[in-house]
């Protein structure tokens, strides 16, 4: 937040999104767990009073700044400076955060979002996944929940909001099930064309004969036949292929009419026409739903847009015989025709999917962990290797310094000012304060 405040002089519209994978992966007491439900439930709400702190302190480190600058300036130079104090704008945003499947029943569910809320999220987000065998959005062996169990959980979410006195409090409904394949129950149905049976008509059957029932089998009555679901050696059942699209836009319809305010569909790649016909389709019951889409680095967005160029320039007789479509992620081709189409298309993909496929808020999950490791690998090969204390110097703290990022006075970062003023308010001339000449923070 002080990086985009920096750049883009404001913090209006901006928010954190606290992500389930980065909890899981990063704050387990278990140590790093896969983005399965397995961390502790209480981390999520821990890390909501965490990051609240750190943006509190972000607004006393800046207008500690300004007073400072208030103080010593002169006459002429101090209405500025306190217009910029006047005008103050907070670094603190609202969080959305990520209650996975919901840890537990409709009862846990309630009982994590009032916790989250009451550390400060104004959003939850929520997959309509099976709690006990949750999978990251972007695996495999995802298992799905009938309609009312995700309604259910809907509505826990909104008592929580509720009971809290917030009656603006936003939910997001994800559905997982473009990749989901799998369902742990068969649906209750009391009537015909009820949301039961509307689930239970996604499922793999086979008609059969009750005289040719084996040991165990499970049936019921689809469509006036007795029908057997597929089932694994696990008890779940198989939903048919290709039925995932259609899964999403009824999982969306129904969270919608039941209390979310906005969706979030997990695809497997980032494809526009794919996103805009399930919303196009989803906007036929409920005009005005709106799209919340994760630009995740879980997806290969070089390999995958190159691939769409490829497609679309083989679908327009262009020749293409230049390109091997498979090996598209290759340094060879970074300063091709088709290369530069598709990185045209990654950077105008927000803009484009906002327009074209309804999608009405974008985010990223994960950029930072990608970041860190990325600037950390660099940093290690260059420190230890031929370039020693230079791999350091030019490649973080001089871009650092030069580009004005707040960390290179890390003394700063850490409340040292903020102490130096206390300290003088509390003791006055008494007070031993480290901001003196040989501090090495005056060197930035």
């Known amino acids: 937040m002080i990086s985009i405040k920096k750049h883009l002089l404001t913090t209006k519209r901006r928010y954190l999104y606290l992500s389930g994978w980065m909890v899981a992966a990063l704050r387990s007491e278990f140590g790093p767990l896969p983005d399965q439900s397995m961390h502790e439930k209480t981390s999520v709400a821990s890390l909501i009073k965490e990051l609240y702190t750190f943006l509190r302190q972000a607004d006393a480190r800046e207008l500690g700044g300004l007073f400072r600058q208030l103080d010593g300036a002169s006459d002429a130079d101090k209405p500025a400076i306190q217009a910029k104090i006047d005008n103050f704008e907070t670094h603190v945003v609202p969080i959305i955060a990520d ?131 597929s089932r694994l050696p696990n008890g779940l059942f198989k939903f048919r292929a290709g039925t995932g699209e259609e899964r999403c836009v009824l999982d969306c319809i129904t969270s919608l009419q039941n209390g979310a305010d906005l969706l979030w569909i997990e695809t497997e790649k980032p494809h526009v026409s794919q996103i805009g016909g399930m919303v196009n389709e989803i906007r036929k019951t ?54 530069i189409q598709a990185d045209e298309k990654i950077r105008t993909f927000q803009a484009d999917a906002a327009r074209e496929a309804g999608i009405f808020h974008h985010l990223i ?36 310094i030069r580009q004005g990022i707040a960390c290179v006075k890390h003394q700063n970062m850490a409340g040292s000012d903020m102490g130096d003023d206390h300290k003088e308010y509390f003791s006055g001339d008494q007070a031993l304060k480290a901001s003196g000449k040989d501090n090495t923070m005056n060197q930035f």
């Not at 840890?103 to 916790?115: D, P, R, S």
């Not at 084996?214 to 007795?226: C, E, I, R, S, T």
């Not at 290969?300 to 479509?325: H, P």
């Open 286 to 339: 409920i005009p005005n739903a709106k799209l919340v889409y994760n630009n995740s680095p879980s997806f290969n967005w070089t390999l995958n847009f190159r691939q769409q160029v490829f497609d679309a320039m083989k679908e327009a007789g262009q020749d293409v015989s230049a390109y091997n479509r498979d090996q598209l992620m290759s340094v060879d081709y970074d300063s091709t025709e088709l290369a």
């Open 365 to 400: 999950t994960l950029p930072t962990y990608h970041t860190a490791a990325l600037s950390t690998d660099n940093l290690a090969k260059e420190y230890f290797g031929d370039q020693g204390m230079l791999g350091y110097v030019a490649n973080v703290q001089r871009k650092e």
């Open 99 to 229: 209650i996975d499947a919901g840890f537990g029943n409709e009862e846990a569910t309630y009982l994590m979002a009032k916790q989250m809320i009451e550390a400060g999220a104004c959003c939850i987000q929520l997959e309509n996944q099976v709690s006990d065998v949750k999978q990251c959005g972007h695996q495999d062996g995802k298992v799905t929940v009938p309609h009312v169990e995700f309604l259910a959980k809907i509505n826990a979410v909104r008592y929580a909001f509720l009971e809290l006195g917030i009656d603006d409090g936003v939910i997001v409904a994800r559905t997982d099930s473009l990749g989901a394949g799998l369902t742990q129950k068969i649906a209750v149905t009391n009537e015909a064309g009820d949301l039961g049976e509307q689930y239970n008509s996604f499922l793999e059957v086979e008609a059969i004969d009750a005289a040719n029932l084996a040991n165990g089998d499970v049936v019921f009555q689809q469509n006036g036949q007795l029908v057997k679901p």
